[in-house]
């Protein structure tokens, strides 16, 4: 299958994957290194399943992230989405629970501003305080740590932040909470720091176990 047959291709799962520009002092993100790295499509256990990466970047600023993430998801129609991050105090590669609707009016953005309550309220105001992926994380977990590159961990968190990370993953959740029913097949990655081709190299194939381990935990 030729990259210039994508068209012609009726995928099995449409994924849609993005990652996240400079931020603080953090002037190459891996979140980004590893997302615009990932080829087109993949094949798994008979399954060819598209992988959609956006061209530019998400930019570390909550209204940005508001006004973006919702039109890729309609735009894309994605089966299943997935959110990279960078988490500079870790040295693992972590699923994250889920994410809370409180809390962004504590941290400014790479813009300076804050989400406050009151535009939290005005937004989401009848959301959930909080929401968890229904993707099956226990499961996916140990699959995926069968598949991952060796000598990285690769784990489950419940520590998702009240920065553009955990916005960006609430954003995602609340969306599909109110179109699917309760279906809600989106994840957070956080990713370690990683420098230079061979650690980026190496954060895209933990990633893409991580796409295997999805595809088989949802085909049982």
């Known amino acids: 299958m030729a990259e210039n047959d994508d068209q012609e291709v009726s995928y099995a799962l449409k994924v849609l994957v ?6 603080q002092d953090i002037k190459v993100n891996p979140s980004w290194e590893i997302c615009s790295q ?17 061209p530019n970047p998400l930019e570390a600023a909550y209204h940005t992230l508001l006004s973006v993430v919702p039109p890729l998801l309609d735009e894309h129609k994605p089966d299943i989405v997935l959110h990279i991050g960078l988490a500079v105090e870790r040295d693992y590669f972590a699923i994250e629970k889920g994410a809370e609707k409180e ?10 501003k804050v989400f406050t309550k009151a535009e939290t309220k ?7 305080g909080r929401l968890n992926s229904s993707i099956s994380i226990e ?18 968190s419940d520590d998702v932040g009240s920065y553009v990370c955990g916005f960006v993953y609430y954003t995602s959740l609340e969306y599909f909470e ?23 190299d ?15 935990s949802r085909s049982g």
């Open 38 to 54: 990932l080829p087109p499509y993949i094949s798994w256990r008979g399954l060819d399943i598209q992988i959609i990466t956006p």
């Open 18 to 23: 993005t990652g996240f520009g400079a931020f």
């Open 122 to 128: 005005k937004i989401w105001g009848k959301g959930s």
């Open 202 to 216: 190496k954060g895209k194939e933990v990633f893409l176990a991580l796409i295997r381990a999805i595809v088989e």
């Open 139 to 156: 499961d996916v977990v140990a699959r995926w740590a069968k598949n991952a590159p060796q000598g990285l961990e690769v784990k489950q």
């Open 178 to 200: 109110r179109r699917s029913h309760g279906e809600r097949p989106v994840l957070f990655l956080h990713v370690p720091p990683l420098e230079g081709e061979e650690e980026v």
């Open 103 to 112: 809390g962004y009016h504590q941290y400014p953005d790479v813009r300076r």
